[in-house]
């Protein structure tokens, strides 16, 4: 079964909260990218921005702007571990957004963590590559990944480059190259529960792109229009930040993901009201505070 979405139909974009109540505790467990347009700074702003109250565990430190990442520490596994049961212990999560974890064992030690707390969702960004093309995951994480990590997510939001890493195939180069990913990618995540795959077709050629939502059953487009700028730095970090927020506060997954969806776009649309990338080089962030900031 096949459905469309118009990423700009029916949102309003406000910061209040639920459909369900009271605000959202929403944990982001990333990497820290310093210049804040990626990673668990730029999950923060999305939480902020949209409605739930942000939460960080940090999975890892680079040295990074928006052109490259020069250096990744990773801190000890027990830290990390630390992090997540000393914040679940105290802090009521309504919603998990997992990103930049680095090697292996950090993988392990995150799932580890989650395992028996069970948030109500997880969003599983599998950050593998910067905008830059920096590697930021190693290659021996990705089975630790498939296998500890994707049991638990609520929905896993892979670009097409990632897709192709995971599936061990070649990059897809077209929608109809994406539906068999998605379904691919689907037959990984366990059967029972609602598990949803998005793949991002960012990185498909010329100015009509789509995004594809799979549950297993319905395909549902996002279509959406390629946006003139180089200000794109942590589109991926962004997006799934922004479900991972709306998801307690929609009444199902396809609301949430269409809204986020949109507000990306304009996320994108208005990062020229902001300066940060010096360097013709560089990626500028998205304006993750375009609705609440006067406009330049």
Not at 95 to 110: E, F
Not at 162 to 177: C, H, I, K, N
Not at 236 to 256: E, F, K
Request: charged share 15%; hydrophobic share 45%.
């Amino acid at each position: 079964m096949n459905a469309t979405f118009s990423p700009f139909s029916s949102f309003v974009e406000t910061s209040a909260a639920s459909t369900q109540g009271a605000i959202p505790n929403v944990v982001s467990i990333a990497g820290i990218d310093p210049s804040g347009g990626a990673g668990l700074l730029a999950d923060l702003k999305t939480f902020s921005a949209l409605g739930a109250y942000g939460c960080g565990i940090v999975a890892a430190l680079t040295a990074q702007n928006t052109r490259a990442v020069t250096a990744v520490h990773l801190p000890p596994e027990a830290f990390i571990r630390q992090q997540i049961d000393t914040l679940f212990d105290d802090v009521a999560i309504a919603s998990v957004k997992i990103g930049m974890l680095g090697n292996a064992g950090v993988v392990r030690t995150v799932a580890e963590g989650l395992e028996n707390r069970k948030p109500p969702y997880l969003v599983l960004d599998p950050v593998m590559i910067a905008k830059s093309g920096d590697a930021l995951l190693a290659d021996s994480a990705i089975t630790m990944l498939r296998e500890a990590l994707f049991p638990l997510a609520t929905m896993i939001t892979p670009n097409l480059p990632e897709a192709g890493v995971l599936l061990r195939q070649t990059t897809p180069e077209s929608v109809r190259d994406m539906r068999r990913a998605a379904e691919k990618l689907r037959d990984i995540l366990p059967h029972a529960g609602q598990r949803w795959v998005l793949l991002k077709g960012g990185h498909l050629p010329g100015g009509e792109l789509v995004d594809l939502l799979f549950d297993g059953d319905t395909m549902i487009e996002l279509p959406g229009r390629r946006i003139d700028t180089k200000n794109t730095h942590g589109t991926g970090c962004t997006y799934s930040s922004a479900i991972a927020a709306l998801l307690p506060q929609r009444p199902d997954v396809p609301s949430a993901v269409r809204d986020a969806h949109a507000w990306l776009a304009r996320a994108i649309a208005h990062s020229g009201q902001l300066n940060v990338a010096s360097s013709p080089m560089g990626h500028g962030p998205v304006h993750h505070f375009h609705a609440l900031w006067p406009s330049a």
